[in-house]
């Protein structure tokens, strides 16, 4: 018993003489200290460099969407500012009127109308009692929506209102508002406006309630784009049949004569042609320089062979867009706008153009088929006017309804 005692305490005694030497050891390397605490202050800068990188990438992100806000304000403070510059006239519908300023049309410009919102209530969509064209014997540059006074009137686009005014013998109540995207929109025969000259709106905000004042035989709204002053047809740019624009984006090319630009500009929707009537001329004369005829031009117009041109009236030439980049030479063939009509179909899409070159086969009685797969911001309006089509004939040949919600991947028959 006293031997096992006694190595027991010999055995400990040694292993804690053990332990200490090699602790001594170890607190004499000064190369293991020094690497530990290297680790420990590499570790702590990884770290604070994470926490600084990712406090920058947050800061980066904040500045740019300050920077966007801040470009997206602006653009509603001096809207389409690098077309009209500090044109801001509170008098006339046409900012130019009156002034010496030169209207430089650019070459071309887009359009952004993605941002679209019907101006009057939805189920008062189509209800369209006047459209843009001749009238008794003065140009209609609008077109009239149904509705009840009182109603509520909504911006069609971010913008900012130029003009809030009253014309007893025309627009009565009326507003104007500029738009970042170039346009300007005109909302006539209201019965009070809710927003005055500065203000800043946003596409779907209430500007105003419907009206019956000014010239005016029942309460509609008179709706109105024009573009450097010049009005187009809104019904080129929207669907009114189905509330959207025809494309998000809409671009006017200025037509060049002679290899000069001109005032006449072309649309890419329907390639139509207008000519800005000047002093001098007649319709002879502008039948000649679009390669078309007097008839063809009263019959787009509207017009009789003895009716009398204003200066400044819109004249529509033509719908083709070979005819509108010919402008100024001689009268094409008839084979030439054959050409141009399978020119315009054709580009539509290949399963277009397969239908084509059957039809045209003598011997085949029937065309086959053609299908459109809808896809992202397709509408009914748009994909009936890639076809030429109509949006009623869609709705038949589908058994479909004008107010049907279109599925992406869905087959469409075209034709």
Same mark, same amino acid.
């Given at each position: 018993?006293?031997?096992?005692?006694?190595?027991?305490?010999?055995?400990?005694?040694?292993?804690?003489?053990?332990?200490?030497?090699?602790?001594?050891?170890?607190?004499?390397?000064?190369?293991?200290?020094?690497?530990?605490?290297?680790?420990?202050?590499?570790? &702590?800068?990884?770290?604070?460099?994470?926490?600084?990188?990712?406090?920058?990438?947050?800061?980066?992100?904040?500045?740019?969407?300050?920077?966007?806000?801040?470009?997206?304000?602006?653009?509603?403070?001096?809207?389409?500012?690098?077309?009209?510059? %500090?044109?801001?006239?509170?008098?006339?519908?046409?900012?130019?009127?009156?002034?010496?300023?030169?209207?430089?049309?650019?070459?071309?410009?887009?359009?952004? $109308?993605?941002?679209?919102?019907?101006?009057?209530?939805?189920?008062?969509?189509?209800?369209?009692? &006047?459209?843009?064209?001749?009238?008794?014997?003065?140009?209609?540059?609008?077109?009239?929506?149904?509705?009840?006074?009182?109603?509520?009137?909504?911006?069609?686009?971010?913008?900012?209102?130029?003009?809030?005014?009253?014309?007893?013998?025309?627009?009565?109540?009326?507003?104007?508002?500029?738009?970042?995207?170039?346009?300007?929109?005109?909302?006539?025969?209201?019965?009070?406006?809710?927003?005055?000259?500065?203000?800043?709106?946003?596409?779907?905000?209430?500007?105003?309630?419907?009206?019956?004042?000014?010239?005016?035989?029942?309460?509609?709204?008179?709706?109105?784009?024009?573009?450097?002053?010049?009005?187009?047809?809104?019904?080129?740019?929207?669907?009114?049949?189905?509330?959207?624009?025809?494309?998000?984006?809409?671009?006017?090319?200025?037509?060049?004569?002679?290899?000069?630009?001109?005032?006449?500009?072309?649309?890419?929707?329907?390639?139509?042609?207008?000519?800005?009537?000047?002093?001098?001329?007649?319709?002879?004369?502008?039948?000649?320089?679009?390669?078309?005829?007097?008839?063809?031009? $009263?019959?787009?117009?509207?017009?009789?062979?003895? &009716?009398?041109?204003?200066?400044?009236?819109?004249?529509? $030439?033509?719908?083709?867009?070979?005819?509108?980049?010919?402008?100024?030479? %001689?009268?094409?063939?008839?084979?030439?706008?054959?050409?141009?009509?399978?020119?315009?179909?054709?580009?539509?899409?290949?399963?277009?153009?397969? %239908?084509?070159?059957?039809? %045209?086969?003598?011997?085949?009685?029937?065309?086959?088929?053609?299908?459109?797969?809808?896809?992202?911001?397709?509408?009914?309006?748009?994909?009936?006017?890639?076809?030429?089509?109509?949006?009623?004939?869609?709705?038949?040949?589908?058994?479909?309804?004008?107010?049907?919600?279109?599925?992406?991947?869905?087959?469409?028959? $075209? &034709?």
């Amino acid at each position: 018993m006293k031997i096992r005692t006694l190595l027991f305490i010999c055995c400990t005694t040694i292993l804690v003489s053990a332990v200490e030497a090699k602790a001594q050891e170890d607190k004499g390397n000064p190369k293991q200290v020094v690497y530990i605490k290297k680790m420990d202050k590499r570790v &702590s800068e990884l770290m604070a460099d994470r926490v600084g990188i990712r406090k920058n990438m947050e800061l980066k992100e904040l500045a740019t969407i300050n920077e966007k806000a801040m470009e997206a304000r602006e653009d509603l403070m001096f809207p389409a500012d690098e077309l009209y510059g %500090s044109n801001w006239e509170n008098q006339w519908v046409d900012p130019f009127r009156g002034t010496t300023a030169k209207v430089n049309f650019p070459d071309s410009f887009a359009i952004d $109308c993605s941002s679209f919102v019907y101006p009057i209530a939805i189920d008062s969509m189509a209800r369209i009692t &006047s459209k843009y064209g001749p009238r008794r014997r003065r140009m209609h540059r609008g077109i009239d929506l149904k509705v009840l006074i009182g109603d509520t009137i909504r911006a069609a686009f971010d913008g900012r209102v130029r003009i809030k005014n009253f014309e007893r013998r025309g627009y009565g109540n009326y507003l104007v508002i500029r738009h970042p995207n170039g346009l300007e929109t005109v909302y006539g025969h209201l019965s009070k406006a809710l927003v005055q000259p500065n203000d800043i709106v946003h596409a779907g905000d209430p500007i105003a309630l419907g009206g019956n004042t000014g010239r005016s035989t029942g309460s509609h709204l008179h709706f109105e784009t024009r573009f450097l002053g010049q009005a187009i047809n809104p019904a080129e740019i929207i669907d009114f049949e189905n509330g959207v624009p025809h494309q998000d984006t809409y671009v006017f090319h200025n037509v060049k004569i002679n290899g000069r630009r001109s005032n006449i500009y072309t649309s890419s929707s329907d390639r139509m042609v207008y000519h800005r009537v000047k002093s001098g001329d007649t319709l002879g004369k502008i039948a000649r320089i679009y390669g078309t005829t007097v008839n063809e031009l $009263c019959r787009l117009n509207g017009l009789k062979g003895t &009716s009398v041109l204003r200066i400044g009236q819109s004249i529509r $030439c033509s719908a083709g867009a070979v005819t509108s980049a010919k402008a100024g030479k %001689s009268k094409p063939t008839a084979s030439a706008s054959v050409k141009q009509t399978v020119k315009t179909t054709v580009a539509a899409d290949a399963a277009a153009v397969a %239908s084509i070159n059957q039809a %045209s086969n003598a011997g085949q009685q029937e065309a086959t088929p053609v299908y459109h797969r809808v896809k992202s911001g397709d509408t009914l309006g748009a994909i009936a006017a890639k076809y030429g089509t109509t949006v009623s004939k869609l709705c038949e040949l589908n058994g479909i309804t004008k107010t049907t919600i279109l599925k992406l991947g869905r087959s469409l028959r $075209c &034709s």
